[in-house]
């Protein structure tokens, strides 16, 4: 069958942008992807990843990979500070019977499994390289690059991330990432054999908890309320982790707390959200993942929703055959209402945990959030 558009370009390198060249690939398109960092990098510790992501990465063929270099399980015990468990959040197995309802991974290690897909689907990737302008006219899209070259191109799609600057050149008055009033930590330590599943101690305000990311390895994260997105100096780093998980007396995670040292791999980050109103398209220019709706990870949906659009955008192109314009309206008609309300869902969760608000609305929104995203998509 054929495609909508058949040459196609892809700004930006992450988890969206490697899915759209896989599966893009895979319907017979002819993909160029551009990604600016030359040593196509990706930072962070470790992502937890529900049922409904790996069912993404099993469309993208890459399941089996994340089943042996990460960790699936099922799911998320809810502890109080001092240690008893007095809840779990169910995570249902919607992929298969064999294949448990979450999990986690090191986060780079997710991006060389993309990567090395992207390679295999025979995109052609050139590193160190972006687009400088675009100019479209009913037939196509003529863009010229960093590197000097300039080529046409029946579609763009920008997944250039939360400050893409293929946002800023097609809608100049969308909205600016908005800094949520918190902030996420996230280290990477040994795994005691205690620590099977996801594991949450409910703190009035702070949040921590620890995902498994392979055998040997886990994830800690803590959600802290910070009014200001201030600098924090990451010589502080440490002292700073240990002194968020000081009111807590369970024995596990004081035990993490006493492991926390400079060879922990450390990430701290202030958490932003961004959803942009449709249209998430102009003419033959369409924007996926973070460019559109990046969200913070309270429901460890922002890489679904983000490598979702890659599977929808390929799946209308294809179905739409050689209309382009009905592909676009098709792809946002099924995306935005899933997308609107991870984004803001994610957000009122952070809200109840800053404010130490209702744990029945919070735990409300998780439930009703992740039965909606284990729908087809």
Not at 74 to 90: A, K, M, S, T, W
Not at 304 to 313: P, Q, T
Not at 325 to 347: D, G, K, P, Q, T
Request: with cysteine; hydrophobic share 40%.
């Amino acid at each position: 069958m054929k495609l909508a558009a058949q040459r196609i370009l892809i700004i930006g390198g992450g988890f969206s942008g490697m899915s759209a060249a896989i599966d893009l690939r895979r319907r017979g398109a002819e993909v160029d992807l551009v990604e600016i960092d030359g040593g196509w990098r990706n930072y962070g510790a470790g992502i937890s990843l529900g049922g409904a992501t790996l069912r993404a990465l099993g469309q993208l063929g890459v399941l089996d990979a994340f089943l042996r270099e990460g960790n699936a399980a099922d799911g998320v015990r809810l502890c109080l500070p001092h240690g008893p468990q007095v809840g779990e959040i169910p995570t249902p197995r919607i992929v298969g019977p064999d294949v448990p309802g979450g999990g986690a991974i090191l986060r780079p290690v997710l991006a060389r499994i993309l990567a090395e897909a992207t390679r295999a689907s025979g995109a052609n990737i050139r590193l160190g390289c972006t687009f400088t302008s675009f100019q479209q006219d009913p037939e196509g899209v003529d863009v010229k690059f960093t590197d000097g070259q300039c080529r046409r191109y029946d579609l763009v799609i920008g997944a250039d991330g939360l400050y893409s600057k293929v946002r800023t050149a097609l809608f100049p008055e969308a909205p600016r990432p908005r800094y949520s009033g918190q902030a996420v930590w996230r280290a990477v330590l040994p795994r005691p054999p205690e620590i099977e599943t996801a594991v949450m101690w409910l703190g009035p305000r702070i949040k921590p908890g620890v995902n498994p990311v392979s055998k040997d390895e886990m994830y800690l994260f803590i959600t802290e309320p910070r009014a200001d997105n201030d600098y924090v100096d990451p010589t502080t780093f440490v002292e700073r982790m240990r002194a968020l998980l000081a009111d807590f007396d369970a024995p596990v995670l004081q035990a993490i707390r006493a492991q926390l040292g400079d060879h922990s791999q450390i990430v701290f980050r202030p958490l932003e959200g961004l959803l942009v109103q449709r249209p998430w398209s102009q003419g033959r220019i369409v924007l996926i993942g973070d460019t559109v709706h990046a969200t913070t990870p309270h429901l460890a949906s922002g890489a679904c929703i983000g490598i979702e659009d890659a599977l929808v955008l390929a799946e209308e192109l294809q179905l739409a055959n050689d209309d382009l314009m009905a592909a676009l309206a098709n792809f946002e008609a099924r995306r935005w209402e899933r997308c609107r309300m991870v984004v803001e869902n994610s957000a009122r969760l952070g809200e109840i945990e800053i404010e130490g608000g209702d744990k029945q609305e919070h735990a409300r929104i998780m439930r009703e959030s992740l039965a909606a995203l284990a729908e087809p998509i």
